[in-house]
């Protein structure tokens, strides 16, 4: 990072040989209540190549390790963000993830390219139904506009933004439609390792 | 013999022999008196007469009696004089009589036996509150009796003195004013009247003087600054005191008592304390030493049935009166045998009324000198006899196993947690558990603690936890975890290691007291452990920060830092504890790295952030950069 790069020569960086896999980012803040996001997570942490980091039980004080984080990012090909939408938002925790480790001249600026070339992957839960997140709807937006400064975060820092995986109404799904999006999810979250980037395939 | 030499006999005595008691357990008092035995003309003959040794001595119980007074405020002493009075008084009449009583059975006259009654019924202050101090009894309510008691008898030596000459036998050989006690009185040739207003007029003086005068003469000393005139006017106050008190016929260790009391309340109370207690040990310590050269061993191998009798006969007279009376007054039988087997020998008052009373022709010479070395050997054997008591009150406690303990019912039969240990740091982890709906079985040892915890309404068991038997009534084998929060680092360790190999699936966590033990408790088979001081230290260092001027969140997260690192290197230490030179060497090392990278961390730390991260300094640089870049681009362009 110290080194300066001309913006041209960085694609996956010196660190590509040593990457691999999804570093499947949870955050919630009462898991042990969420039943979505429970069967999302369980679903997902079984795959090789995941590597499974429950952000509220490691930092339960906030007092979050900038470092260890860092080197997490560096050791991922991509990074998944798993959340309870909570006021059109990311939970706490996360946002403070991201104050804290993403830091000018590590994920952006002239110097800031450790980030460029992962892929960067959103899966949410919601409360409302899928109609609310709509120009019509109560939402008034849609799951895409509530996701964009995320996607502008992936842009930032010359990441690929992949399409978020959204489960809709999730407190009023019943146990097989839950196993169902569990199978998606897992399915999608494989997909990330093996097929190219959203953005290579043309997306 | 020069000043020196008996400077040396004394003082070697004294070091050589003191430690050494102390180490077998017969306490300080009888290592005195063994250096006194031992040095004594009757011994090894290395001092000679010891009158003025004693004298000067003595001085050491008016010193103990101010220092004492110092400790009482006046409120104290009105609280004290049921105690005083009727105790105490009661205990002086009491033996009095007793021993008058047995004396007129062995043919006394009956002045002769009262005057024996009187003498004898006096204890020794110095022997007592010194053995009390040493076995700790002395601020309970047994201290407080035997005190009590002490103080009435010094009360009473004024009208012994007054009382004793009238029941002479004899005819007096030399006149009683020559004897040691009323030896300074000025007052002794004028009527009674005027003694008495005398006696009055010497309490007021030192009452008033204490009140009023000694205050602003500390205050101009203490502004001196001169360490040793503070001292010097300190013992100026005690020897005043003693002097007026001895001119007036008064005893003067009570007069340096009142002393003491009316000073209680002066802001100089700890300086006087600091100031005089190193004299007080010394002197008393002279004191004892005096008192087992005075013993005349001679005297006791030529009668030594008829010695052996007096001594068993005396102490167990007094130690019968003083315990029915201390039942009659409502004190419990394990203190009341305390306080009768603390005041059952002779006092040094024993000495000085006996010297008057031969001097004043009611006892004889040769009966004096047997009842003086009786006092003396009393003395001698009061340590003994406390250590008697001692070991038949931990005999009685043994017999009787699991009476007083109440363990009580465990009627919880499948708790969630077991909990060993309630005191400061049990009950704060216990209280968490219980508040999220987790039940906990507690067990404690502590019977008063238990009361308390009762008294507020908590469930807790009277056990030693380390006792496999009791935690399988507890309900280990059904429990989730074991928790243990107890007072003792071996106790910690050693439950931790038999609760591991009974149960190898149980959860066990374990208060540490430090880093070395929490490595212990790990190596034990301890699943988590913390070192109880370790968060709340933080969390002090915590606010001061914050009080240093720190917003409340970078003293947060500087704590957080903080705890991370330690954490991190108590981790890495972990494999090399127990190679103690390693040990040291390694955590020195881990203490500096640590040191350095906090450093590097708090460096990061800007005014108003932390850590690196809010740290926008590199990317205003960034942006101002590109303004400029951007600006010099639209002059080009222009």
Known sequence: ?203 | MPFLLQALVYLGAAVISVPIAKRLGLGSVLGYLIAGVLIGPFALSLVGEQTDVMKFAEFGVVILLFLIGLEVQPSTLWDMRKAIFGFGGAQVVGTSVAIAGFSMLLGLPWQTALAVGMVLAMSSTAIVLQTLDEKGLRQGPVGRAAFGILLLQDLAVIPMFALLPTLATIAPSVHAEAAGHGGGSLVAHLPTWAQGLSVLAAVGIVVGGGRYLVRPIFRFIAEARLREIFTAAALLIVVGVASIMQMVGLSPALGAFLAGVVLAESEFRRELESDIEPFRGLLLGLFFITVGAGIDLGLVARQPLVLIGLVVGLMSLKFLVMFGLARLFGAPARGAAAVATALAQGGEFAFVLLTFTVGAGVIGATLAALLTAAVAVSMALTPVAMILYERIAAMMDAAIPKVVPDTGEFDDSEPDIIIAGFGRFGQITGRLLTANGFRSTVLDSDIEQIDLLRRFGRRVHYGDATRMDLLRAAGIERARMLIVALDDREKTVELVETARKAYPDLVILARAWDRRHAYDLLANGADAVERETFESALALGTTALQKLGYRAHRAYRAASFFRRHDRKSFEELRPIWGQEEAYILASRDAAQTMDRLLATDLARLRPGDAGGAWDTASLDEELKERAERDASRREGAK
């Open chain 1, 1 to 203: 990072m110290t080194d300066q790069l001309e913006p041209g020569e960085v694609s996956t960086g010196t660190e590509a040989a040593a990457t691999s896999g999804v570093l499947l980012t949870l955050a919630h803040p009462a898991l042990e209540r969420s039943r979505a996001n429970r069967a999302l997570a369980k679903a997902a942490k079984g795959l090789a190549g995941v590597t499974f980091h429950d952000l509220y039980e490691t930092y339960p004080d906030f007092a979050i390790d900038i470092e260890a984080e860092q080197e997490k990012l560096l050791a991922h090909d991509v990074i998944a963000l798993q959340f309870p939408l909570y006021w059109y938002s990311t939970p706490a925790l996360l946002k403070e993830w991201f104050d804290l480790v993403w830091l000018h001249g590590f994920a952006y600026g002239i110097d800031g390219n450790a980030l460029a070339g992962k892929r960067l992957f959103a899966a949410c839960t919601t409360g409302g139904a899928a109609k609310a997140y709509h120009a019509h709807g109560y939402n008034r937006f849609s799951m895409d506009d509530f996701l964009r400064p995320l996607e502008q975060t992936a842009y930032l820092c010359g990441m690929v933004w992949e399409t978020p995986f959204v489960v809709h109404g999730a407190a009023l799904k019943n146990d097989e439609d839950l196993k169902a999006e569990a199978g998606r999810y897992k399915a999608r979250i494989a997909s990330l390792m093996t097929t190219p980037a959203d953005a290579e395939m043309g997306a």
